[in-house]
């Protein structure tokens, strides 16, 4: 039961908040919402008002999740909002329908796609893209539909070459419509 | 027995009943308006060469002339969602508000669940229930493919859900509650229903099923009013055309619980028949003739039941 857990462990069957600031940060690595929300800022430039009104969450150790309300902290449920970040590691890596979510308005790290690469990101394959001349890292692939850049997912640009990370269930949906 | 001709007798134009109910149903697609607006997603489709129109009473629910097995963008994107036309009524009835409190009692796979979510703006809290967890997990995907963060996933028999992991027992911490604004109970049930996209579902039909479905339905939605609070609002749906699956439903928790039928508004051009009062020598609470029924011939849909509660204490 969660009532048994100590306040400073990380447990996997609940969602604990994140604390405001590493100040107050009682569980060690856990990050907090402050820095959750300069991660998104100073990475793709998602102005941090974007996420007036979420609370972050922890599930499992770095799984990080954004939600657009208020719950009671702990809580046991099976989701909670979206799973938006995987942190508690060297470079923290964003989920495809947070950047989908999330980055409409991104100005940093995003790479536009021509029709044929957009297809092949989608379809998860890796593609050599020399022309990029910005970070290396997690970027957001976009491309463009109805007349504006819209997010597709996110890419691993390393070594010239864009690895695609849209998950398996997601490749699919290009050709399913019914 | 083919179930749907215990029904003749309920519908206006039977010929036109049995004809509609043997026609496939065109596919259906809701525009997503978390991730995209109307237009822009017409746009899109456009672009694609998809051909499509718009429903008569909704600008954002679009019939597709042939399912396209080509690429699609704005599915991809989230931008759309596959719905049948008429699941898309008990969220109207239910005509939840952003910020609000809302449970969806039987949310997998999520059609209804997304709607309400995109109806509340993404924001609040809507808890989405389902006691099936291989079918939680469709939920889960689809919620996350539209961009949905106002959900939470629980998992519970909607019978006898429990509020205490919203903290109903420690009403002064933060965020904690213990009722809900509104409910939506999509129930179990036998599907005639679903006859145009799915004809098994009549092979599969018996009374025996209808009798014990019955049961958990009740259940459920005697504890959807206990848990929603004075003057909130449960929508109670099912796709059969079953009385004991509808009018009895109604009757039975009318009668053990604080709550009313009520009005609601259903949209304009969208053609319904009243609940009924009388079926195999039964007779409900003459207040179930303000719920609706759809019937397949009325819109060219599939069949449908949708009522509106208001909760009194």
Known sequence: MSDDTAPDENWGQQFDRLPPTADDRVVEGRPSREEVIDWWDERFGVDPAVFDGYTFWEKGAGKIWAFHGEVVDPIEVEGLGMRILRTRQRHWKPSTNAVQ???????????????????????????QLDRWEGDWGYLTAAHEIAGELEPLGVGLYLHGELRSTVPKGRQEELVKLD | MNPLQRYAPLVDDEEAFFAACERPLPSVVRVNTIKTTVARAREALDDEGVAYEPTDWHP???????????????????????????????????????????WDTCAAPGSKTTQIAAMMD?????????????????????????????LVVSNQDARNFSMKPFGERTPGKAGSFEQFDRVLVDAPCSCEGTCRKNPDVLDEWTM???????GIQKGILRRAVQVTKAGGTVVYSTCTFAPE?????????????????????????????????????????????KARRVYPHHNDTGGFFTAKLEVTA
């Open chain 2, 208 to 214: 025996n099923h209808v009798k014990s479905v019955a």
């Open chain 1, 101 to 127: 979510r999330f980055c409409g308005d991104a100005t940093k790290n995003v790479i536009e796609l021509s029709p044929g690469e957009a297809k092949a990101f989608v379809d998860g394959h890796d593609q």
């Open chain 2, 60 to 102: 954002g629910i679009l019939k597709l002339e042939d399912s396209s097995p080509g690429t699609n963008w704005p599915y991809f994107h989230g931008w759309l969602h596959g719905q049948e036309e008429v699941s898309a009524l008990p969220a109207i009835a239910l005509d939840p508000q952003p910020g609000e409190r809302v």
């Open chain 2, 245 to 289: 699956e509808n009018e009895a439903i109604l009757d039975f928790v009318l009668e053990r619980e604080d709550c009313e039928v009520v009005e609601w508004d259903v949209p304009d051009g969208f053609e319904t028949a009243p609940g009924i009062t009388e079926w195999e020598g039964d007779e409900y609470d003459p207040s179930v003739t």
């Open chain 2, 122 to 150: 993404d924001e609040g809290v809507l808890v989405g229930n389902d006691n099936n967890l291989g079918r939680l997990s469709a939920l889960r995907h689809n919620a996350e493919r539209l961009g949905v963060t106002n």
